[in-house]
């Protein structure tokens, strides 16, 4: 993105010169210096900081800019409006950002998802390790940024890979900053969300300086800060089984409702869904994250600069939770329904009659460490009046990995064999769990199940190399050319630790009571709940016990009552109580992902008609090449558990396979500019632009989930032949600049978007694997019992106890070879699609400074609109584009005397998130969330350079909900708290 000449009011070009952010003209460079010296000797010079400063830098960014470009600067040399990124780039129109713990992590533009904008750090692709290409703010700092640009037009010279945006993270320099300069700031957080932690820390620190006539500058700066916060989650944690309305208990389908017992069931016509759990979690964790950076720059001669930057982050975060849950077994219901065509139990219950259904409590303690480095050369050389070049070279790694002794992910699970029958309220914010028997439920009544310690980590590795010119003509404009060389190199492993006792382990009572305190549920909620008023002739125990057992002692005492004498396990302390670092057992994936690109841009400037314009023509090829290599774990039996699930067994071998693919594209743009009177510009843009898959959808090899279960087993598959989204957009847009520090924007964009990429169910017989849930015995047990689990598993113990696969002392069924039938596993693989679709929509912002009073406001909304939208009717993969939704955001602030206070109210729109989970092709959609932010800080007039501040985030508490194909079907809510901080930044 390049800026270009405007005309300014005396005042504007006065604040800009002071800003130093005064416009580059290519076309006119000579002009436009004479032309500013004369406006820097004739105008007194006005020197605004603060908030009203950063939103005079980031509006002159916007005007100057030759596309469409929206930006947030800071305020001051280490303050940045907000302390997370996200928070700060969510006020900008168009804009949302997804949360994970009350903090902003991933944004959306234009309604576009994470993966689909490219986060550039001083122009450099960052590595990941989640999977996707999106980029976590949570992992930086704000307090060495100096600007954000998200650049909504496509130029020739961006780097590929954003078709919502590009974003572009600009760290401080110290030869731009000049002289010396030091800020050093510590608050004190109070998360409300949290049960156990207390408030926490943050300090950082920036000194800048340059010597030696400032050709020499360094920069050096550090942050560290500590967070305790937690949830209180309610959830339907594996999804929704959705059927047709013709599909009854009687076909056999696992989940499938009777048509009697049912109030309003679900017709022919209709489609219906059914839970398969309720869950209450309530988690707590601490994160600790640490940034630095270093900044030596060397400009020898006013025509070359050579920078040499390193940047580390490092985020550890630390989880504790506890669980409890009822997991339906689909025995005969009882339930109350919605209207179709898309059905939802009001009310959804089972009755297990003389049999005992087990009332599960899970633990989990766990660590993770994401860390980053990055280390980068740049040079910038004006080698003659007319040509400038510039190199940049980085080396970037990120690495996801355990940081804990038990593992990056746990759970332990322990039951208690009460349930008697169970049911779930669908009516409320909040599902509400009743379970028969639940709130009687003893510490002796606990006996110990199943467990999982999972060790995985992700590296991602990128070599980028780009080098750009620029050559002015002496009255036609100019050109822009570069190539650019893009390796990403990712490897994902991991490797679990599973005990499959999910049936239970030695007795009850093989614990002392003190094992397992007794706690409370609901007091802990604030969302509305139902009354199970729809069903008036039933009395419903409603859930309030939970036991908040500590995972690491009960883990202790498990290990030794059920390890055996002699027995090595899996796990690197010897039993099967702990995870493994053996990543060669398990899976090992490896992606490499090469790209080449070159572009070239002619930039032209003129008048017509006493309006200047610029228009930029430019046209980009890219070529990559993925290579993928993958070994996962095989498997040659399963062995029916429990009610619920059915365990693979490992045959001890691997499975080895590589796979290619390969694309390229040529990408055209074309920006036009012209104001068309003082202060009003126009703007329209044409380009073509590309979304890669996410590396996980480009992974090689099949890998299945070690549990099943009567409904057959799933797993994923990767497809490295995947091609790009593709996208053509049109932008249009009119801003007016009515006031230095005031402006009213209005734009309109369209994308026309094809090669979606679906996820596709192969059912797959993969390993020829006999099912312990689909032969002889089984069959004979459900025409003798029905279909309640625990009913067939006993009746096959008590009529087959000597039948090979049959072992009733532990409870456990094996398919056999020959008897049973193969089990069947639904693979999810992704394909490109063959439909397209169009995005539009529109943006409105408005930025109004009330003269000289203080005060100010800042509004803008977008609307985006699709031709396909997701039909919750069908059962089945759809080409629907995650992430669309409208937002709005508005602030109010006063700035006054060294006084600055400021209020913010950000809304989104409801939102499909996902298009599967658990369960499969399913939707995930984010309803409509609104939060309020505010902050006040002050300068101490006593003490030059001291600034006390206070901020506090979602201060009116707002949860976040997620259901299903119905506002009914309820996945997730998560309440999380208020954040409240105070601190002091003191800079000289």
């Known amino acids: 993105m390049k800026s270009k000449t405007f005309k300014k009011t005396r005042l504007a070009t006065s604040l800009s010169l002071v800003l130093g952010v005064g416009v580059v003209m290519p076309a006119f460079a000579d002009d436009a210096q004479e032309q500013n010296a004369k406006a820097e000797e004739k105008i007194e010079v006005i020197s605004v900081t603060g ?19 929206d930006a947030i600067s800071a305020e001051d040399i280490g303050k940045f409006p907000d302390t997370n990124l996200a928070e700060s780039l969510q006020r900008i129109s168009g804009v949302s950002i997804d949360r994970v713990n009350g903090e902003g992590s991933k944004v959306s533009v234009r309604g576009f998802g994470p993966d689909y904008n490219l986060v550039t750090l001083n122009g450099r692709q960052m590595p990941v390790t989640t999977g996707s290409r999106s980029f976590d703010f949570a992992n930086i700092s704000a307090d060495t940024i100096s600007g954000v640009e998200v650049n909504k037009t496509s130029f020739a010279a961006n780097p590929t890979g954003g078709i919502g945006s590009v974003i572009d993270v600009q760290t401080l320099k110290p030869l731009n900053a000049g002289g010396d300069k030091a800020v050093f700031s510590a608050a004190v957080v109070d998360d409300r969300s949290t049960e156990e932690g ?26 560290y800060q500590e967070r305790e916060s937690g949830t209180q989650q309610a959830n339907v944690g594996t999804g929704w089984r959705s059927f047709p309305g013709t599909v009854d208990i009687t076909s056999g389908q696992w989940g499938s409702v009777p048509l009697d017992n049912q109030v309003n069931r679900p017709g022919a016509d209709d489609v219906y869904s059914v839970p398969q759990t309720t869950i209450y979690k309530f988690e707590e964790q601490q994160r600790a994250r640490t940034n630095g950076q270093l900044v030596l720059q060397y400009a020898p001669t006013d025509n070359l600069t050579a920078s040499l930057d390193y940047t580390y982050m490092r985020n550890d975060i630390d989880t504790q939770y506890n669980d409890v849950s009822a997991w339906y077994t689909y025995v005969p219901s009882q339930s109350v329904w919605t209207d179709g065509p898309v059905s939802s139990p009001l009310i959804y219950s089972e ?8 009332l599960s409590m899970g633990a989990g303690d766990y660590g993770v460490r994401n860390q980053s480095g990055s280390l980068g050369l740049n040079l910038e050389w004006q080698a003659t009046d007319k040509l400038k070049l510039s190199f940049d070279a980085h080396q970037s790694d990120a690495e996801f990995k355990p940081n804990h002794v038990l593992g990056s992910n746990n759970t332990l699970s322990t039951a208690a064999f009460v349930r008697q029958s169970a049911a779930t309220d669908f009516t409320g914010e909040m599902p509400l769990l009743a379970v028969e028997g639940g709130n009687a439920v003893r510490p002796s009544d606990m006996i110990v ?51 499959n006792d999910w049936g239970g382990v030695g007795q009850a009572g093989d614990f002392d009571d003190s094992y397992f305190p007794a706690g409370t549920i609901h007091d802990k909620f604030n969302a509305g709940k139902g009354d199970f008023s729809l069903m008036p002739d039933r009395n419903f125990e409603v859930l309030d016990t939970i036991f ?33 670092t053996d990543y060669n057992s398990d899976v090992n994936r490896y992606t490499k992902e090469e790209s080449r690109s070159a572009y070239v841009q002619y930039n032209y400037e003129n008048e017509i008609s006493g309006m200047p314009y610029d228009v930029h023509v430019g046209v980009r090829y890219e070529q990559t090449d993925v290579t993928s290599t993958s070994a996962v774990a095989a498997y040659n ?22 796979k290619t693919g390969d694309y390229d594209y040529l990408l055209p743009s074309l920006n036009f500019n012209i104001e068309v009177v003082d202060d009003v510009m126009l703007r329209a843009a044409y380009s073509e632009t590309i979304g890669r898959p996410d590396y996980v959808s480009i992974q090689g090899g099949t890998v299945v989930a070690t549990i099943a279960n009567r409904a057959g087993g799933g797993g994923n598959a990767g497809n490295p032949s995947l091609l790009p989204l593709e996208s053509k957009n049109i932008d249009l847009s009119a801003e007016w600049y009515y006031a230095p520090a005031s402006y009213a924007s209005i734009g309109y964009f369209r994308k026309d978007t094809s090669n979606f990429i679906s996820n596709s169910i192969v059912e797959s017989s993969i390993y020829s694997i006999p099912n312990p ?45 020959g008897e049973d039938e193969i089990l069947l596993f639904k693979i999810n693989t992704p394909s490109n699609g063959t439909d397209s679709d169009v995005i539009d929509g529109w943006e409105f912002a408005v930025q109004h400074a009330f003269g000289e009073t203080g005060f100010g406001a800042i509004a803008n909304y977008t609307m985006v609109d699709s031709d396909v939208s997701y039909n919750n009717f069908l059962l089945q993969d759809q080409p629907a584009i995650e992430g669309l939704s409208d937002t709005a955001n508005a602030i109010l602030f006063y700035e006054m005397d060294g006084f600055q206070a400021r209020i913010a109210y950000n809304w989104r729109d409801q939102f499909l998130n996902s298009k599967s989970h658990d369960t499969g092709a399913h939707p995930k959609y984010t309803e409509a969330y609104h939060q309020i932010d505010m902050s006040v800080s002050y300068d101490l007039p006593q003490v030059e350079g001291l600034t006390i501040f206070v901020e506090a985030l979602n201060i009116t508490d707002e949860h976040i909900r997620v259901h299903g194909r119905a506002k009914e079907q309820v996945l997730s809510l998560v309440e999380s708290g208020a954040r409240y901080s105070i601190g002091a930044r003191y800079s000289f």
């Open 773 to 817: 849930v689909d032969g002889k015995k089984y069959d004979e047990a459900v025409a003798a019992v029905g279909n309640d689990a625990g009913a067939i598993r006993n009746w096959i113990f008590a009529n087959y106890p000597n039948a090979p696969g049959v072992d009733v002392a532990n409870r456990t069924i094996d398919g056999v070879a």
């Open 198 to 223: 207390s408030a926490t820390p943050e300090i950082a620190g920036l000194y800048s300086t340059t010597f030696n006539d400032d050709k020499f500058g360094v920069l050096v700066s550090a942050s």
């Open 449 to 499: 199940t199943g467990s999982v310690f999972g060790n995985s980590t992700n590296k991602s590795e990128i070599d980028q190399y780009q080098f750009d010119g620029e050559y002015v003509f002496e009255s036609a404009g100019s050109i822009d050319f570069g190539i650019a060389i893009t390796d990403v190199d990712n490897h994902s492993k991991s490797v679990n630790v599973q005990r």
């Open 548 to 580: 908040f057992w500590d995972f690491n002692t009960v883990r202790a005492r498990a290990e030794q009552l059920y390890t055996p004498a002699g027995f090595v396990g899996a796990g690197d302390c010897g039993t099967n109580f702990c995870p493994s």
């Open 51 to 69: 908030i009203r400063g950063s939103l005079i830098k980031s509006m002159d960014t916007k005007r100057s800019s030759t596309g469409i470009v």
């Open 351 to 358: 009755d297990y009659g003389n049999s005992f259904a087990d």
């Open 637 to 658: 039996g399963a062995r029916w558990v429990a009610d619920t699930e059915v365990v693979l067994q490992a045959s001890g071998q691997r499975e080895f396979q590589t």
